[in-house]
């Protein structure tokens, strides 16, 4: 036997939290590039001689959902120091990994989702990765 008697499954659980601050931050790594590929899909796109990021509809969801990337972010690191310094990390672990999902796949109303998907439609796009559901 392997550890106290009984304790199997807090020591599963226990193993399975740097797995869960990886997901988080891969989540994290996702949703980043899907920012960046968005942000330049709006400098690139002209309409009436002019580049839709230059409207605010178009720069505020692309700044929430930088929000939302940093602030997951934050709880990755706040995880990953806990488990670096063998403190239980358990709750921080689990909220790095729900977070950094949701920062990743949450779409600020709509907007950012269709420029994905007008991203996705184009020739040679590998961005309809990004529209896909975490779950």
Not at 13 to 31: D, K, M, Q, T
Not at 67 to 91: F, H, I, R
Not at 108 to 133: C, D, E, F, W
């Amino acid at each position: 036997m392997i550890g106290e008697e009984g304790q199997g499954l807090s020591y599963i659980l226990h193993s399975l939290n740097p797995e869960r601050i990886l997901i988080g931050a891969e989540s994290i790594g996702i949703g980043h590039d899907a920012l960046r590929r968005a942000t330049v899909y709006a400098r690139e796109r002209v309409v009436f001689d002019r580049s839709i990021d230059m409207n605010q509809g178009i720069q505020h969801p692309l700044a929430e959902r930088w929000m939302y990337l940093e602030s997951a972010w934050l709880m990755v690191q706040k995880a990953t120091e806990l488990n670096d310094l063998g403190k239980p990390c358990g709750a921080e672990a689990n909220a790095a990994k729900f977070v950094a999902a949701r920062a990743r796949a949450t779409m600020p109303p709509g907007k950012l989702s269709r420029y994905m998907a007008a991203l996705a439609m184009q020739k040679n796009s590998t961005s309809s990765v990004y529209i896909a559901s975490p779950h």
